[in-house]
């Protein structure tokens, strides 16, 4: 060969090396000169990762401070599956640890497509201890809270739940979650080639949710539920309601619905058990919404309680023919005798007196087809029939509660005016927030404190006489009001089978301490007020009085 032949080949392999030798410097220069610091971070994120910790949700307690709903901890368990080394293997032993289904867990493990996937929310914290300890690469965990319920089935429809994530989605959780729902942090982990953790690069934080204390007294809240409950099975009805409220502040004290449900097991339970029907649910009143029409008539000094009347058995009104709940024949009656007695005929005979025109603002004075304030989501404002669409015959049926629904709290507030002297409170279950102490509104007059006190008077007639003597207490005097009312079928017209039975009162009559509102949907058996919601009425006062440790202000009528 050619010395000059042999010289020309080396030097195109020189060139072809420098050509290789420049391209692999001008590679270099742009991954480390113009790219290094997009390359550094991802390098730096193949060993960091930056995982958020869920800040501590508030606690809420009742109003002596026992816990109603509290934060219990857990671990969250997750991996990385690009991380995973032996995922048939990582499955096996995660289930066993975990106590799962490793044919759940390994399609997860192998899932290469994902950077992140859950193994288990919120684990059993000596449980995923242990996995901890076992140093599976592409594991990592996370503490975490678990929304817990120790008291149970107490005040579920109050409480509402959280969900897995910690949101509030019913109930006062719901409501009151910007407080107690806190701000979370993070941690950032530093992690070796195979996904394990090596240490903490940085920390954010975590702002822990308020507490809250509410108004209601779980004693007085479980006595509530267990009676109602009782109520339900022996009436076979539909359903029950009852409040306990303090008339002065309008501080709920207890809030019960029957049936209801374990708050822990929300998911499992069927949806129209969460709702609070003594918020949400609307019913025709019947007689105690009589309360409103007699009032309004002593407050425009149409009648006294002495004033009488001769009423027949039956009343015309337009195109309507009313009756008594009993059948009786013509007979003079007081005032007073009428609301002792309940008598339909003489409360439509006091409200033509009143008018119409009278009626609909005294309704209208009293909140009926309005909110009432409460501080729970959901409130529904009942309905109460505009004047301009009254017809000849509402003036017959408005006054005795029919044609207008309300809610169980609604007619507890209204009673709550008449034991407290004439003032139409806003009711409340919130009573502090954090260490702060909320204010609630006075409340505005709606009846004169001598109105109020003869009607206070009047009451007490029914449970000493009248229709709610199974509401009578020994030892106290009560006054209240029973309610009896026929439900609209589907067909629009009243039903011959299906009514609500109700009783309102308040005790000790002499200086009210505390108004009770108990409502039975659908009993079956007996129907009145008087039978099905008083003795209801007198167990809840019954307790209460003794918890509340409040005196006997008739002591003579105490049994020994």
């Known amino acids: 060969m050619k010395t000059s032949t042999t010289n020309r080949r080396i030097v195109v392999l020189a060139l072809v090396f420098a050509v290789f030798l420049g391209a692999t410097l001008a590679r270099a220069f742009w991954l480390q000169g113009i790219q290094g610091t997009k390359y550094a971070a991802m390098a730096l994120a193949q060993h960091r990762e930056t995982v958020t910790v869920p800040a501590g949700r508030g606690t809420i307690f009742d109003s002596s401070g026992d816990p109603l709903a509290i934060g219990e901890r857990a671990i969250t368990v997750y991996a990385d599956p690009r991380q ?16 799962l289904d490793p044919n759940q867990i390994y399609p997860l493990l192998t899932d290469r497509s994902k950077g992140f996937v859950y193994v288990e929310r919120k684990a059993d914290p000596a449980r995923a201890a242990a996995l901890e300890r076992q140093h599976l690469s592409g594991l990592g965990f996370y503490p975490e809270e678990q929304r817990t319920y120790p008291q149970d089935r107490i005040a579920a429809q109050v409480l509402g739940f959280a969900g897995t994530d910690n949101t509030g989605l019913e109930g006062l959780e719901k409501s009151l979650n910007p407080v107690l729902a806190g701000k979370p942090g993070s941690e950032t982990i530093v992690k070796d080639p195979a996904g394990r953790a090596l240490s903490i690069a940085s920390t954010r934080p975590e702002v822990p949710g308020k ?15 267990q009676v109602l409950e009782s109520t339900v099975r022996q009436w076979g009805a539909k359903d029950a309601t009852a409040i306990v409220m303090d008339p002065y502040t309008g501080a709920v004290l207890a809030m019960a619905v029957a049936p209801g449900f374990n708050a822990n097991h929300f998911a499992t339970t069927r949806v129209d058990r969460h709702r609070n029907r003594a918020v949400t649910d609307t019913y025709e009143p019947g007689s105690t919404f009589k309360l409103v029409t007699i009032s309004a008539a002593l407050e425009d000094h149409i009648v006294t309680p002495r004033t009488s009347f001769v009423l027949a058995p039956t009343i015309q009104v337009a195109d309507r023919v009313i009756h008594e709940a009993e059948t009786r024949g013509t007979e003079r009656m007081t005032v007073a005798q009428i609301i002792a007695h309940s008598s339909n005929i003489g409360t439509i005979t006091i409200a033509e007196r009143l008018g119409a025109g009278n009626l609909a603002s005294w309704i209208n004075r009293w909140g009926f087809g309005r909110q009432t304030g409460i501080d729970f989501p959901g409130e529904s404002p009942g309905f109460a029939l505009p004047l301009d669409q009254w017809s000849g015959s509402t003036i017959g049926t408005v006054p005795i509660g029919q044609g207008i629904s309300v809610t169980p709290l609604q007619m507890a507030r209204a009673y709550s005016a008449i034991a407290n002297g004439g003032r139409l409170v ?18 505005h007059r709606v009846v004169s404190s001598h109105v109020s006190q003869e009607m206070l008077s009047m009451l007490r007639g029914v449970v000493l006489e009248g229709t709610g003597t199974a509401a009578a207490i020994p030892g106290y005097t009560v006054a209240g009001k029973t309610g009896t009312a026929a439900k609209v079928d589907s067909t629009g017209h009243y039903s011959t089978t299906n009514y609500v039975a109700s009783f309102v009162g308040m005790v000790p009559a002499t200086k009210p301490r505390l108004v009770i509102m108990a409502m039975v949907d659908e009993p079956r058996g007996a129907i009145f007020g008087g039978v099905v919601a008083a003795p209801a009425f007198q167990e809840i006062a019954r307790f209460c009085l003794q918890h509340l440790e409040v005196p006997p202000d008739a002591p003579q009528t105490a049994q020994h």
């Open 84 to 99: 995973v080394t032996q995922p048939r293997v990582a499955a096996m032993r995660i289930a066993h640890t975990l106590h």
């Open 211 to 225: 507490n809250v204390r509410l108004t209601i007294d779980s004693q007085i809240q479980a006595y509530a539920q």
């Open 426 to 443: 806003t009711p409340y279950l919130v009573k502090k927030i954090g260490g702060r102490t909320l204010r609630h509104k006075h409340g």
